[in-house]
């Protein structure tokens, strides 16, 4: 609204002509979702209390320290996904197609991990969505994604998969490449959502990988730069940059009452939520190997389980003594503020890891 009131009164106020800036309207995502997350937590807090029966069950098979958890609420990835949707209305241009997709994909997988915490909550058990299901529409919306992101790209661009390291290189996937987009969306959705499990521990990892896709969207849609970088030039793609503000300042907001001890979860509508964005994202700027590397710790945590499960399976032995791989180092005796703290040395690390490939073309 803010962007198109500045179209409508530029020649009479000259001033407002900074607003055309995808830089300063990004700064102004990330001021107004955090100051909205941190003046309204406190009454969204209560609210989602009224909505719920004793808030998020506990496993039983965690780590004891997590009985003390009972009856904290969940869903405030709600509280999230309304405060990404009042910045980004504020500032983002409507008329670009990529925002939409995206949104698409933040909404489509809010709402199923809204209904699977709703599950949770009401059933007090922690499945929750029947898995297939869950995979079925994850999978379904993320090639819907895909599809219109090769229908909005560059002719030349569609259905192509970059590769890192390589100058101006891509592989033409075909129809292959909607499939494994949506691998790319779904994957990074659930490992986010398997992440997401001790306080602040999603959230800073969350807000770090979205910096740097939001550097990547810019730099991608600024053809100056791109050809400079010897990456894709991907028209329009730089006003993704307003839209990861928006979600940089929803998620800083969020952690300030997420962190130990935390007053509210994330729940599934909020990881789902937001891991698909971080996915969707990568595959609009043409980066989905580069998200391997950016998002290391979420790949390490999916890892873990899989590991877990297919040790189990295979060999009757378990390789951690819990996963996801944070319950791990629980269970060995860390605390839980030392293990989230590491966890965040480790996502920065990896977050710089996937941005020093932006020079090594």
Known sequence: ???????????????LNVLKYITFRSGGAIFTSLLLSILLGEKAIAWIKTIQYGGQPIRADGPESHLA?????TMGGIFILFTI????????????YYIWISLFILYSYGALGFYDDYLKVKLKNS???PGKIKLLWQFTTGAIAAIAVCIVAEPAQA???????????????????????????????????????????A????TLVTICLALICYLSGNSIF?????????PHAGELCVLCGCVIGATLGFLWYNAQPAQIFM????????????????VIAQHEIVLIILGGLFVIEALSVIIQVLSFRIRGKRVFKMAPIHHHYEKLGWSENKVVIRFWIIAIMFAILGLSTLKLR
Do not use: C, R
């Open 267 to 282: 729940g599934d509508v909020g990881s789902l939520s937001l891991g698909g964005f971080i996915g969707v994202t990568s």
């Open 1 to 15: 609204m803010i962007y198109y009131l500045s179209q409508l009164f530029v020649n009479e106020i000259g001033t």
């Open 159 to 201: 259905y192509h998969l970059a590769i890192p390291f390589m100058k101006n290189t891509s592989i033409n996937l075909g129809l292959f490449y909607i499939v494994f987009s949506s691998i790319v969306i779904t994957g990074t959705s659930n490992a986010v959502n398997l992440t997401d499990g001790l306080d602040g521990l």
């Open 69 to 73: 958890k009972t009856g904290t609420p």
């Open 85 to 96: 949707s009042i910045s980004v209305f504020l500032w983002a241009d409507l008329k670009n």
């Open 203 to 206: 959230s800073g990892p969350i």
């Open 127 to 129: 499945k929750g969505v």
């Open 226 to 234: 791109a050809n400079y970088l010897h990456i894709n030039y991907i």
